[in-house]
């Protein structure tokens, strides 16, 4: 959310937003799995699905808070909050997700190979729409 309220181009926002809209549908089922399989009680399980939903606007709202006041203090402290949102997907994908992953029963290198092909094509893809 944070990311989205910081894009000043509207089209790097639209394709933001679209990517964050899946990411988010897919966590929020996985919340809601996973919920259901802890056996928690209904009001708590309503609360935190109600904290989850509240995440995204939140950030965004920081995020348009801080673009709407100008000069070099404001594109500092964007700059840092940018970092910090790429920061903390790239910390989930390589030591929550793929460390996890990799330390299963299965394959190693099938789920390496997989995950260099998927890299190698979400690469091409930003190389080719960006030019």
């Known amino acids: 959310?944070?990311?989205?309220?910081?894009?000043?181009?509207t089209g790097v926002f639209v394709n933001l937003y679209i990517g964050v809209?899946?990411?988010?549908?897919l966590a929020a089922f996985a919340l809601g799995v996973n919920?259901?399989?802890?056996n928690m009680?209904?009001?708590?399980?309503?609360?935190?699905?109600?904290l989850f939903?509240?995440?995204?606007?939140?950030?965004?709202?920081?995020?348009?808070g801080i673009q709407t006041q100008p000069g070099?203090?404001?594109?500092?402290?964007?700059a840092i909050l940018?970092?910090?949102?790429?920061?903390?997907f790239i910390h989930v994908t390589f030591f929550e997700i793929l460390g996890r992953e990799l330390?299963?029963?299965?394959?190693?290198l099938l789920k390496v190979l997989c995950l260099t092909v998927g890299f190698s094509i979400l690469a091409a893809l930003a190389f080719v729409l960006h030019t």
């Open 1 to 9: 959310g944070l990311a989205l309220g910081l894009q000043e181009d």
């Open 21 to 25: 809209m899946i990411h988010e549908s």
């Open 35 to 38: 919920l259901v399989s802890a």
């Open 41 to 50: 009680k209904t009001p708590t399980v309503l609360k935190l699905a109600a």
């Open 53 to 64: 939903c509240v995440m995204v606007p939140t950030g965004m709202g920081a995020g348009m």
């Open 72 to 78: 070099f203090v404001t594109a500092v402290i964007s």
């Open 82 to 88: 940018q970092g910090l949102a790429a920061g903390t």
């Open 103 to 108: 330390e299963k029963d299965g394959d190693r």
